[in-house]
């Protein structure tokens, strides 16, 4: 099966979680590569990454400390194809990764994602528990077929970042 590579290391400030590759993406071989996905310029606009760039240079994100990897790999039109048994497999692929490369913050792209992965409902915003030691954060999906609007997505974003500069501060001050 092709989907897309993982881009992850260890210790990162943030690993954005997606919930599957769409086929489209799969084919040109980079994240968010749909054509009404609003996820590069919301990364950039939010100040997640501090220069814009979009899906061609989607392994740029490890410079600024950003990983992206999905819940689900297998690739499909939309995540109404996906089975029940797609999300349990993620769950324990998703876990294991996270286990491992202990970022500072996961952020779930889509409510949908984080519900699969947690098997309960949720609300968008900074979720309770810790992941791994890292602290969740739950975004609109930046899917072109989202109706939320791009000032509300904006919004999130804008939280996501602040909160990944002062866990990445919180983590300075311990390492020193």
Known sequence: MRTLPD????GMKLVIVGCNPSESS????????????EFWPMLYE???VPEPFDYHDDKRVIEFGV????LVKRPTKGIEELKREDYAEGRIV?????EEFAPHV???????TYEQFAQRKCKFGMQKELLYGARVYVLPSTSGVNTISKSEKLRH??????LV???GEEHETRDH
């Open 46 to 48: 939010s100040g997640v």
């Open 7 to 10: 881009h992850l290391r260890k």
């Open 94 to 98: 998703l876990s294991q990764k996270l």
């Open 106 to 112: 996961v952020a779930f792209n889509g409510k949908l």
């Open 157 to 162: 974003f804008r939280k996501l970042a602040q």
């Open 26 to 37: 799969v084919r040109v071989g980079h994240y968010y590569a749909g054509r009404g996905n």
């Open 67 to 70: 990983g992206l990897t999905d």
């Open 165 to 167: 500069a002062r866990i």
